[in-house]
């Protein structure tokens, strides 16, 4: 029986992603809700979704860059 250890590691890695943003925007938005209340956690949200923009643009970059020399490779 083989395992493919790069799946394995993948799913992992959207695992702990997925997590992450879950304490983030859920538990973090959450305390901030309920010890500041509702303007603090609307201020709150529209800053993680700001510093979380160039991330994503990072990791987009990273995807495409990894699609086109894959493709580029194929030749």
Known sequence: MSRNLRDYARKTNVRLAVGAFFLLF???IGLIYLIY???AATLGFFCLLAAIFPVVLILLFLFITD?????????
Not at 67 to 75: H, S, T
């Open 67 to 75: 699609w086109i020399v894959k493709r580029a490779g194929r030749e």
């Open 26 to 28: 859920v538990v973090g």
């Open 37 to 39: 209340g509702q303007w």
